[in-house]
C-alpha cells in the first residue's frame, strides 16, 4: 500500500479547517457528532463517495455520502490530488477525511480504490473496481514510470490486454498508443497536441512495458 504525505502543505491545513467549520460550526450540520468521515475514491470523469458520522461508540449514516458542500471537499480534493503528484510516481486514488470538532482534522490518501459490497455481496452504486480503460485514463492524466505502476494494476492490465500509458523520463512525457505528451509537476499538460513516437527507435521503455505485461 503506497500513502501519500504531505500533511503540512497550507492546502491541505486549510481544507480540513473548512470542512471543520461547515461540521461543526454556528450552523453546521453534525454539531452533536464527535467525528465526521468522509471516504472519495477518485476516477477520471467521477467520484465515488461515501460516509458516516460517529456519536460516542456508534456509527451514524453509514454510506450516506457526502453532506459537505462541493467547494469544501470534491474541489478541495482535486487540488489535493494534483499537489500530490509526483512525476513517474503518480497521485492517489482514495481520500479519507476525519474531521473533528475540537482537533485538527486527518487526510489520509492510498494508491487503490477503497470500496466496499453490500450485505448481499453485491458492489454498492458506482462502487464497482475500475477496469484497465479507467486505470489508463488515471495514468494518462497523472503518468507513472513502468516500475511506479503497482502489480495489482499491471494485472487488470494483463488481464484485459491493455498497454497502459507510460511516464518517459527521457522527456519527461508521457507515452501511450505511439502518442507523446508532457508532464508537468501537476501531471500531463492536456493542452498541448501530442506528438507522434515510433517504438522502434525506443527500444528501452518498450521492452519494459513488454515484460512487465508478458513476462520474459
Known amino acids: 500500500m503506497t500513502t501519500y504525505d504531505f500533511y503540512r502543505h497550507p492546502l491541505v491545513k486549510e481544507g480540513l479547517t473548512r470542512l471543520q467549520n461547515e461540521a461543526f460550526g454556528p450552523h453546521g450540520f453534525a454539531q452533536s457528532m464527535d467525528e465526521v468521515v ?11 463517495l461515501r460516509g458516516h458520522m460517529v456519536a460516542g461508540s456508534t456509527v451514524l449514516d453509514r454510506d450516506r455520502g457526502a453532506r459537505f458542500s462541493r467547494e469544501a471537499l470534491n474541489r478541495w480534493l482535486d487540488e489535493c490530488r494534483v499537489v500530490a503528484y509526483v512525476p513517474g510516481r503518480g ?11 475540537n ?14 459490497r453490500m450485505p448481499n455481496g453485491n458492489w454498492y452504486p458506482g462502487a464497482k473496481p475500475s477496469d484497465a480503460a479507467t486505470w489508463a485514463q488515471q495514468l494518462l492524466r497523472f ?12 494485472d ?7 498497454t497502459p500509458p507510460i511516464y518517459n523520463p ?5 507515452d501511450w498508443n505511439n502518442r507523446r505528451r508532457p508532464v508537468t509537476d501537476r501531471g500531463t499538460d492536456l493542452t498541448v497536441e501530442p506528438t507522434t513516437i515510433d517504438p522502434s527507435l525506443e527500444p528501452g521503455v518498450f521492452a519494459k512495458i513488454g515484460k512487465k505485461l508478458f513476462g520474459g
Not at 170 to 174: A, E, H, L, M, T
Open 170 to 174: 527521457q522527456f519527461n512525457s508521457v
Open 91 to 101: 497521485t492517489w486514488t482514495t481520500a479519507e477525511v476525519h474531521v473533528f470538532p
Open 156 to 162: 487488470i492490465f494483463r488481464a484485459e490486454d491493455v
Open 143 to 154: 503518468p507513472r514510470a513502468v516500475d511506479n505502476i503497482p502489480y495489482w494494476m499491471w
Open 38 to 48: 468522509e471516504i472519495v475514491v477518485s476516477r477520471p470523469s467521477s467520484l465515488y
Open 103 to 116: 482537533a485538527p482534522g486527518r487526510l489520509d490518501l492510498y494508491d487503490e480504490e477503497h470500496l466496499d
